[in-house]
């Protein structure tokens, strides 16, 4: 019996500390980057530190990178955890993951640095963004860059970023090859520069339609501009049908 109250015992020691270790979150930048220490493999660390850091955030879940701890502590999701607040009582909050990795390089590279100093830069620009976000749905551009205002722009905008070569490998793809291919790839470029996860024009244009889902609006975007290349049907209200099917099947 003993025995098997000292197992369950480790078992159970074994589960809270996992559980411990899941919900670790830091509470201010200095803990993140203790914690980015113990946590990030030596190869990131390395890479990190060569990143310049106008494109450092790329090295980062959900952008081009594959590491997702950062965005485990400051996605949607955990809007109100520690570090998040913290960040944002220093007036950042779209800028969090470039944030805790400049800091972090800093600390790699063997930097002294300044807190109010990395915060600078990216507290003016989100100054500007929380101006923007005011006339999100309505303004033609967000973060400097275009954003379409309805299907037939997407086209004209997709086809202006790429050339006849391009064009004519997509074309000759299939509608389901070419949907995966850049789902993770230019698709997410779309999510995110057009804004489809903070709020556009675009993004407007489907909840109309009733698609409120970014990675939907994206897939739609996608398959609608294979149809076009190939002289296709779209077929819009059979596709956003689809979605909204899925959506209802998915609540049951």
Not at 28 to 52: E, R, V, Y
Not at 73 to 80: L, Q
Not at 199 to 228: A, Q, T, V, W
């Amino acid at each position: 019996m003993k025995i098997i109250l000292d197992t369950l015992a480790i078992l159970l020691f074994t589960i809270i500390s996992s559980f411990g270790q899941i919900k670790k979150v830091p509470k201010n930048l200095k803990q993140a980057i203790a914690f980015l220490n113990s946590d990030c493999p030596d190869s990131l660390k390395t890479i990190i530190k060569i990143t310049d850091d106008k494109d450092i955030k790329r090295l980062s879940y959900p952008w081009d990178g594959e590491y997702k701890t950062i965005f485990e502590w400051t996605s949607d999701e955990n809007d109100n955890s520690a570090i998040v607040k913290y960040l944002k009582s220093r007036g950042i909050s779209s800028h969090q993951t470039e944030v805790i990795l400049i800091a972090f390089k800093r600390f790699l590279l063997g930097k002294q640095f300044d807190e109010d100093l990395v915060y600078q830069p990216f507290q003016e620009i989100e100054k500007k963004w929380t101006a923007e976000d005011k006339i999100k749905f309505t303004t033609d551009s967000l973060r400097g860059i275009y954003i379409p205002q309805n299907l037939e722009d997407c086209f004209n905008q997709i086809n202006s970023f790429w050339d006849d070569s391009i064009k004519l490998k997509v074309k000759n793809l299939t509608e389901d090859d070419f949907s995966s291919k850049v789902h993770l790839g230019f698709g997410m470029w779309m999510r995110n520069n057009w804004q489809l996860w903070g709020g556009s024009r675009l993004s407007k244009f489907f909840n109309d339609k009733g698609i409120y889902n970014p990675e939907d609006m994206s897939g739609i975007i996608l398959d609608s501009y294979h149809r076009y290349l190939n002289s296709k049907a779209i077929k819009l209200d059979e596709q956003i049908q689809y979605y909204k099917d899925y959506w209802e099947k998915s609540k049951k």
